[in-house]
């Protein structure tokens, strides 16, 4: 395995997990809230803080793109709304964005997806795991070379990318070079090697811990915890990668 190949991605709610991204070396950060929904769109104040945090020569911050929670085909307005979320996102400064549409019946919306990449202009379009959905990931991969997006997140269509490992491997096969690979998906310290012998061009991982609610039956502890970046779990996945 040549580790110098693998862009790592760690996706972050806050500030506080850029730095840690920007620390641990990581290519980029992916902007968003809402994890335990599988992320939504990020508010323009928290986009602001993050390019704050990544500084100079830090990770590029690319923003998640959904929303609402729930699966991925959406109505005119919903698809509206996120042209606008793209065009603020890159007017304020981020690097790319990630987006991901189907159509009635699990195909790629790819009216929608131009859209978004049409919105996005010069910025980085990645494909997330919407691509997992359909029914062949690696066909729809052909179609994301089509619309011209820079990268896909996928687990090669399994619930972890461990789980999808030998898809992703047919997927970086038939990219062959047009389009990157990004595996996503229960990736650790523990996967990560595998799936970087694949060939992947990059590991996308949340690192994440939860700061659990006070146990007192107050009404804060009715709130349930949220989730923060971990350091020592990104940095357990750079080291497994000999970076």
């Known amino acids: 395995m040549d580790a110098v190949t693998i862009a790592l991605e760690i996706a972050v709610q806050d500030a506080a997990g850029v730095r840690i991204a920007r620390e641990a070396g990581a290519a980029r950060a992916e902007l968003t809230q809402a994890l335990a929904l599988g992320g939504l769109t990020p508010s323009i104040g928290l986009l602001e ?88 990931p690696v066909a729809t991969l052909e179609q994301a070379v089509d619309l011209g997006l820079r990268r896909v997140l996928s687990s090669g269509g399994a619930s972890t990318a461990q789980g999808g490992i030998d898809a992703l491997r047919a997927m970086v096969g038939a990219a062959s070079g047009r389009i990157e690979v990004m595996a996503g998906s229960g990736v650790n310290a523990a996967s990560a090697p595998a799936l970087a012998a694949v060939g992947v061009d990059a590991l996308h991982f949340s690192a994440k811990r939860t700061i659990a609610a006070p146990a007192d039956g107050s009404v804060a502890a009715s709130m349930g915890g949220h989730d923060i970046t971990d350091r020592d779990a990104a940095f357990a996945v750079r080291k497994a990668l000999g970076l």
Do not use: C, K, N
């Open 49 to 136: 803080l993050a390019l704050d945090a990544a500084g100079e020569g830090g990770p590029e911050i690319h923003v998640l793109i959904r929303p609402r929670a729930g699966g991925f085909h959406y109505d005119a307005d919903e698809i509206a709304m996120s042209v606008r979320d793209v065009e603020r996102a890159v007017a304020a400064g981020a690097a790319g964005v990630v987006v991901g549409a189907l159509d009635p019946v699990g195909g790629l919306d790819t009216d929608a997806l131009a859209r978004l990449r049409d919105a996005a202009g010069s910025a980085s379009v990645t494909l997330h795991r919407a691509i997992d959905v359909t029914a062949d």
